[in-house]
């Protein structure tokens, strides 16, 4: 089992930067995959980015791609969100979440929520024009 603690959101202007937390406890937190999801108002949650166990794997959404950034620290099983360049479309409530993989790279990473079962309460991060 993993917990996760989202920090970090809030209020920026467009062009502007904001860095996401994620805290993973629990004793086997070091093999599971994290990964970044957001939900709009009114849209269905949608896939921004995921890392493999020990951070050397990400994978990114193509609506992100050269804006944000995923990382983890593998010592505290911590992941982050690096958002920059933010636009207004970014605006949404910022979910972590993680699924089992154990010490292993040999799946593909994965974009769909249904691969997770372990989410964080999600945190908003609101751009302004």
């Known amino acids: 089992q993993v917990q996760l603690v989202e920090s970090g959101g809030g209020l920026v202007q467009a062009g502007g930067s904001l860095r996401l937390s994620c805290a993973a406890s629990?004793?086997?937190?070091?093999?599971?995959?994290l990964g970044w999801f957001r939900q709009a108002p009114g849209k269905e949650r949608e896939f921004v980015a995921v890392i493999n166990w020990n951070g050397g794997v990400t994978s990114h959404a193509d609506s992100v791609k050269g804006r944000f950034t995923i990382s983890r620290t593998n010592a505290e099983s911590t992941v982050f969100l690096q958002m920059n360049s933010l636009k207004p479309e970014d605006t949404a409530v910022y979910y972590c979440a993680a699924y089992y993989t154990g010490w292993s790279n040999t799946r593909p990473l994965c974009g769909l929520s249904t691969c997770y079962d372990h989410w964080g309460q999600g945190t908003q991060v609101t751009v302004s024009s």
């Open positions: 629990g004793r086997t937190a070091n093999t599971y995959a």
